[in-house]
């Protein structure tokens, strides 16, 4: 009842809409064009170029729990807070279908227009369907003007289907998850524990994908078991084994500094065999520009 409501409202403003100047944007036949523009295991991308308006973006990045996102970049920005219907229209051969409500979408002034994951998922499956999701609204700079922009459905599919194909293939972490990583070391040893050996494959894995690190900081620490200078120099070997493992992984020397710090800055007692385990560690800390 309340989508028959919502429907009714909707189509009540499209025909009021088509009683002022309604300016119409979209893709046809031969000139609706998708394409996946990003496909790594980071960041997957799909976009559809609008002609004469911009782009709709959907994309999908590693590690996100929201994992999709929608921008509408346009060529001309909003110059006022205002709102967008977003509903899914059935193609011109398919008379008699009624339009679909997907969401409000709310303008920002000066800023692309964007929705929800929620939403964002259902105009894809509506494109999926063959429906073209379509914006409707009122021109900021001309207020006799209503403005449509669809999607096109045409020429989406396969594209879609490699856009699917690169999310299911997407890092589980992202740079956030592994930026600030503790790896901690055998008793009296430069060999990483067997969790550490895990985490040191995981930003191994990431920066085959990854090449835009500007530094990498290694601080290394010992427990207080046994001489302070033996310690120290215990840290700073840890410190260049974890070096080695970075330069290894194609980052640059000049890009990775150590320091050693021995028994300094615990962060559990050394009274038990589980606190100098803690001890034993060294922190990496990755800064991209």
Not at 95 to 118: C, E, H, L, S, Y
Request: proline letters at 3%.
């Amino acid at each position: 009842m309340l989508r028959t409501l919502i429907t009714t409202l909707l189509l009540c403003t499209f025909a009021t809409a088509e009683a002022s100047t309604l300016r119409s944007y979209g893709g046809g036949l031969e000139n609706s064009r998708w394409r996946v523009t990003e496909n790594s295991r980071l960041m997957c991308e799909l976009n559809h170029q609008i002609p004469n308006y911009g782009a709709a973006v959907f994309s999908s990045q590693s590690g996100k729990i929201d994992n999709l996102s929608f921008e509408l970049d346009m060529k001309r920005l909003p110059s006022d807070y205002s709102l967008a219907q977003v509903v899914s229209v059935a193609p011109s051969w398919r008379p008699g279908v009624g339009a679909k409500p997907i969401t409000t979408m709310q303008w920002r002034k000066q800023f692309n227009g964007d929705v929800d994951q929620q939403s964002a998922w259902t105009m894809l499956t509506e494109l999926e369907k063959g429906f073209f999701p379509t914006l409707y609204y009122a021109d900021w700079h001309n207020k006799n003007d209503r403005v449509s922009v669809a999607l096109s459905a045409t020429n989406f599919r396969d594209n879609y289907y490699q856009f699917l194909d690169c999310v299911d293939n997407l890092l589980t972490y992202g740079f956030e998850d592994i930026s600030y990583t503790v790896l901690h070391f055998k008793n009296n040893s430069s060999e990483l524990d067997k969790e550490s050996k895990e985490k040191l494959a995981r930003i191994e894995e990431y920066l085959k994908h990854d090449k835009n690190i500007e530094s990498i900081a290694l601080k290394a620490y010992s427990s207080s078991w046994g001489g302070r200078y033996t310690n120290l120099k215990m840290s700073q070997k840890r410190a260049m084994q974890v070096k080695d493992y970075f330069v290894d992984f194609g980052i640059e020397p000049s890009q990775i500094s150590t320091e050693g710090f021995g028994e300094k800055r615990h962060i559990a007692s050394n009274q038990t065999e589980l606190g100098r385990a803690e001890n034993r560690r060294v922190v990496i800390e990755m800064v991209k520009p």
